[in-house]
């Protein structure tokens, strides 16, 4: 959203191919390119049905001379692809689980400093010296978190600075941003460094540096880059819960349209390697040897020992949680999304605003941090809870602040800490009325404000965190509220309460209910977890869209909703292609300047490859197949001309072209110069075409084109006539990702429906 | 296998339509006709593709009515739809749960008093009297269970009896073959209890004594009823194991091909139920109130305060484990193919002969059970383990049996004891050399004879448990082997036994991975055991198919192959149509003889619909649609014939036909008679015929097609000609899920590959 102010409300290239940029042929090109700073809203892109990483290599690759590639592939060539497979797998899990690792590490330390630092000033009742230091170091940190997000966004330097810096950045931001005390988490930057390590792995490293092994060339199509990216989203969330199964269901529920049991098995692999990886560093932390990391770096929750027990009529609080959590969550995503285009325009304005903007809500964040719980009374010790009260290191549940000995600051306990922390406080079970009332409305509205203002910034920034703390918030006050009326402890409480606040804003039920699972390790929680889930996320939808989908609505990233909308079954993909400028086509057998005219003037990236001729109209009847602009532009590049009209031989392909290099699918056409000599010779087009594309009747309603469309995980879909009358193309139409996307539709069709893009405003 | 012995390789009705018998229209009725008794093997049924369940409402009801009706339904009907979507959830998670519950309490008291009475003639040292009393009581619980499959199957007797019955039949029959001591458990049962409690449901109840709900007629569709039923497998699995996710994970990765995020959410519901119904059963029979109810009825693995601590060097041994689960997977599935070729012979014999067969098996067991722990030597007590020994009651980890006071029988621990209790005590922790090597060999062997002789008998069974038995012996033999080389308990040897054995019998990785992580509720075991599952299931998979897959293959049951294989690329749905008898097409006015002659003399399931005529030939040139045959029996049926060869009106048709008619797929074309008058009037097909049917290009290949297929839930898919030629049918040939399995295809074209067909024989 800020490192090239892209943001924009809808895609206004309805009649462009799904991808202008022909170097971003990749699939997952523009999760990388746009948004390789991990700046803007991370989660988001990876978070959500990233259905354009998604096509299957049986498209790309069946024309003729692949097959025969995939038949002569050696055992030995297979089993080299399995492992190399499985291997990536696990180098996924171990860079995400020590990136993890590492970032922990970081702010745990920073933030642990700075703490005892701020503690030590307050020890000495030196107050005002206590805030200069604590908002200068936030201050400090934000400004590197936001300098290297606005200042050395790749997007915005040149070629030569290769990727992995970029990735760099995006870790030290991402520290920089937690460590200061902002209202944003590690979770959702996680996710997205999983994504990226993935997505690096797997095309051998940085664009400029990249490692040439030849058996990484087999990773260099569609399918298994996503599966890749696949196992490294799933990754990212395991390492930010410490959730295994969890993680591969959110990869599942979220990131994977298309879904296949070996990819199941691989995604559970990476995420078990993190887990490993989380676990010995855990082991090697608890001996002492990480400094100031404390126990709330890692493991957030710990209800485990908690007795749970719950009777009929806790269904009334349970269900107020969920509805309420769903009510919080759509008012946060409808207000988030006015400052969020609140935010563009300011971001707009040039890169020292967006530095502006960062500085003032960190300096607003640490004014209220410090200053608010000075308004809290302090609260007496209560001996029979066990734990060491007051404390004043660097955590603990009863921070003694400005209170005196035997006495704690309830809000301090909440504010002056990692946010990490904080949420370990507000879940804290056992400890009933720790905080008091007007304690939490003060901490829950602050995360409310913090919540709606810190997201935009120009700083890595997860969504995750700022929704566990206003949910927390809300639902500890719920149960405190409820006193003896339940028996459910008030930590508890407070972990439903961040459960239904999340399903209510990001939608997500069966993954989430899985990572609450499994952070509170005790199964006796799933029913009255996913009770409250399904409420809030019933009542939250009934309301607006997932904040996902905002936020990808307002980047205008294209996806394909998951299911057909109502109307899509009134309008035919014939009608959906009139819409479009007419289909370009080539000849079987063509000529060089008509090529090169094709691909100079569209940025098509597929064109339907025609044969035959009428007898009358001398036009071509027969629709022969499907060929890429990747293709094109390798046989440019390699200049396999032919000086007559004429089919060529299967051995004259192979001698030229081989199978792996007609899988890659990285071809810049402007790279390729061609003489006016050569423009008059012919290419046989044949043997690079896909035969079979997929073809749909024009009568077909777009509905069911989109559920192929998905179902199949296509990229081109030719729309054909119902009659082939004499003198009329074989092919009236061909649909991408971007045609059928339903907002696209509306905006050539807008009297089928109003209400989806009312939705939006 | 044996109610009806059909057991049969392979499939040979190759070039029929997909199921010959037009009453089995609707897609779950083979699951629920051919096996409803349970008896044979109804994990296999449910737990393996079963793509036959696989269909998508787009296909079937897009016609033009249809669609028409989809658009105005009201607002108040879609929330009742989708109400009533719920409540069937919760309705099969909570019978299932019920109903697992009420197996568990019977097996266990009969056991129990079965057990007691048995120890109170050894504690008198009437050795022989109790042989008599067990054998003769194992025998009698087996005659039940046996002649309740054999001689009351529904596929024998009339239409008179309803389904009902015959589920009861299944859980008596469950409960009497595993309070036998019969080496088989109760979880297979409970996957396809499960399912079957979903299909009733899902249509209302029985056959015969129907509930004409007007809401339950949205379910009379494929798409709603394959939902429900992935419900109730996942409820069974996890009623079985206590694991809801892996209930959910199950139905992903065995039953359900074609995946909705929104299906995921409901399976998790219905799991969380039966969690809840178990849940306050335990509660309940920890009072006391269930008599005889031992601890191992739901909770059978008991590691879950052991201390997990595994160092670098138990690679070794996990590895070890790993492979020799691959290795005896494959083994078991060798040679229990092999048993079951054998027991076919002997059912086709006769109903008195597979009776015979079961009260040997169980003779057979109940000697061994009984004389083998006489062959172990008595072991002292060990006072520090802290438990009662030794036990003489119903259950116990340490059995007197014959042994003198102070000393206990270790095999008597393992065999004379409920199976769950002997899973129980051989996962036993912390209990170091409870049993002696020979023990556990004489332990080993006999379930590896009784795993193979007893799954083959017509009793309900289960392939888990005797997997479970024979895995975990082993498992912990080698844990005793290593000695002291590790530190990982001996218990914890025989869980990773017994999941290594799964995984290379039954092949599946990510769910039975996550109900070994919550039936252990140790998150620390999930890496090691995700090792062991993957080495055992690699090993396996380069010997044999799984366990499931040669089942099917040996009951002939249909279903596609997850994954094309490598020579479906070599083949093209043009040569596998002409394959196949000429399709069979309509006009689409029609005469009523020729439906009448259509219907009679094929079996097909749908028919293409062609228009248009050639000027030369008079053919039809225009392929219309897809007409189902249920619609051609509702038009016969309601009469709606014309009197001339004419187009209808669309408010002709609406007057006739109402959209939730033309949904039901349940027609019997025998009941309709035709006057000869009437067999000279015409019908106008076009409004019910739906108009755009999936097709593709001859020249595309069969493993495209396939993927088409399964990808979209497809039932039946055209194929049409590359070349529109005059005088040529616009349909060359029609495909269905029968004609893509490739073991027909394989029958047809023996040429392709060898390998497959080899590997199962």
Chains 1, 2 share one sequence.
Not at 377 to 396: A, F
Not at 730 to 755: E, M, S
Request: aromatic letters at 10%; glycine letters at 8%; proline letters at 4%.
């Amino acid at each position: 959203m800020e490192e090239d102010g892209n943001l924009q409300i809808g895609n206004s290239n309805y009649n462009g191919e799904e991808e202008g940029d022909p170097e971003s042929n990749t699939m997952n090109q523009p999760l990388l390119k746009r948004h390789r700073t991990l700046s803007s809203t991370p989660l988001a892109l990876v978070g959500t049905k990233v259905s354009h990483i998604e096509s299957l290599d049986y498209e790309i690759n069946e024309n003729d001379l692949f097959k025969h590639d995939w038949r002569s592939r050696s055992k030995a060539q297979v089993f080299q692809y399995i492992f190399a497979k499985w291997t990536l797998a696990c180098l996924v899990g171990l860079l995400t689980g020590l990136i993890a690792t590492l970032i922990n590490l970081a702010v745990e330390n920073i933030a642990g400093y700075k703490l005892l630092a701020v503690g030590y000033y307050i020890g000495q009742d030196r107050f005002m010296t206590g805030l200069m230091v604590f908002t200068g170091a936030n201050l400090g940190l934000t400004l590197v978190a936001t300098v290297l997000v606005v200042y050395f966004a790749p997007t915005a330097a040149g070629p030569g600075i290769p990727e992995i810096k970029a990735y760099l950045n995006g870790i030290v931001g991402s520290i920089g941003a937690v460590a200061a005390g902002l209202d944003l988490g590690k979770e959702g930057p996680l996710v997205h460094i999983g994504s990226c390590i993935a997505s690096l792995l797997g095309q051998g490293g940085p664009d400029n540096h990249r490692i040439k092994w030849r058996w990484l060339r087999y990773f260099n199509n569609d399918r298994d880059r996503r599966d890749l990216i696949t196992c490294g989203s799933a990754s990212g969330v395991c390492a930010a819960f410490r959730s295994p199964v969890g993680g591969v269901l959110f990869a599942l529920e979220e990131v994977a349209t298309w879904w296949r049991s070996a990819l199941l098995w691989r995604t559970f692999f990476s995420t078990a390697v993190v887990v490993v990886v989380l676990r010995a560093f855990i082991e090697i932390c608890n001996s002492g040897k990480c400094g100031l990391f404390g126990k709330g770096g890692l493991i957030m929750f710990d209800v485990s020992h908690v007795e749970v027990r719950y009777h009929a009529v806790d269904i009334i609080p349970v269900t107020l949680i969920g509805v309420f959590g769903g009510i919080l969550g759509s008012l946060y995503n409808h207000f988030l999304h006015k400052v969020l285009r609140l935010y563009n325009l300011i971001n707009q304005k040039g890169k020292i605003h967006k530095v502006l903007l960062s500085l003032s809500v960190s300096l607003f964040t640490s004014v209220c941090l410090y200053g608010l719980p000075f308004l809290a009374e302090c609260k007496p010790c209560n001996p029979s809870i066990g734990e060491t009260c007051p404390t004043n290191g660097r955590s603990g549940n009863f921070k003694q602040f400005n209170c005196p000995n035997g006495y704690y600051n309830d809000l301090a306990t909440l504010f002056l800490t990692t946010n990490d922390d904080a949420v370990r406080n507000v879940f804290s079970s056992n400890t009933p009325n720790e905080f008091s009332m007007v304690s939490l409305w003060i901490f829950f509205g602050l995360y409310c404000i913090l919540g709606l203002i810190t997201f935009g910034i120009a700083t890595p920034s997860g969504l995750f965190l700022p929704i566990i703390l206003m949910g927390s918030a809300y639902g500890r006050m719920l149960g405190q509220a409820m006193g003896s009326y339940t028996k459910i402890d008030q930590g508890l409480y407070a972990v439903l309460g961040a459960a239904s606040l999340m399903a209510g804003s990001m939608r997500m039920t069966v993954s989430l209910c899985v990572i609450f699972l499994e952070l509170t390790n005790n199964l006796l929680l799933l029913p009255i977890t996913m009770f409250v889930l399904l409420i809030a996320k019933t009542v939250g939808d009934s309301f607006n869209l997932s904040i996902y989908e905002i936020i990808l609505h307002l980047k205008g990233l294209p996806f394909l909703e998951a299911n057909p909308e109502p109307w899509m079954r009134n309008l035919t993909v014939g009608e959906l292609g009139d819409a479009k400028p007419p289909v370009v086509t080539l000849q079987g057998v063509e000529k060089v300047a008509n090529i090169v005219d094709v691909l100079r003037n569209t940025t098509h990236n597929a064109f339907p490859v025609l044969d035959g001729e009428d007898s009358v109209t001398g036009a071509a009847t027969e629709l022969h197949g499907l060929i890429l602009r990747a293709h094109l532009v390798k046989v440019l590049k390699k200049r396999w001309f032919l000086n007559e009209k004429r089919r060529t031989e299967e051995w004259e392909v192979r001698e030229k072209f081989t199978p792996v290099e007609l899988a890659e699918r990285e071809d810049n056409f402007d790279e390729v110069a061609i003489t006016s000599s050569e423009m008059q010779l012919y290419v046989d087009l044949h043997p690079l075409t896909n035969t079979t594309p997929y073809t749909v009747v024009q009568s077909m309603s777009v509905a069911k084109a989109l559920v192929l469309f998905r179902s199949v995980g296509l990229r081109h879909l030719l729309v054909v006539p119902k009659i082939q009358a004499s003198g009329m193309s074989p092919v009236i139409g061909i649909l991408t990702r971007q045609d059928l996307r339903a907002y696209n539709i509306l905006q050539a069709f807008p009297h089928l429906d109003k209400h989806k893009s009312e939705k939006l405003r």
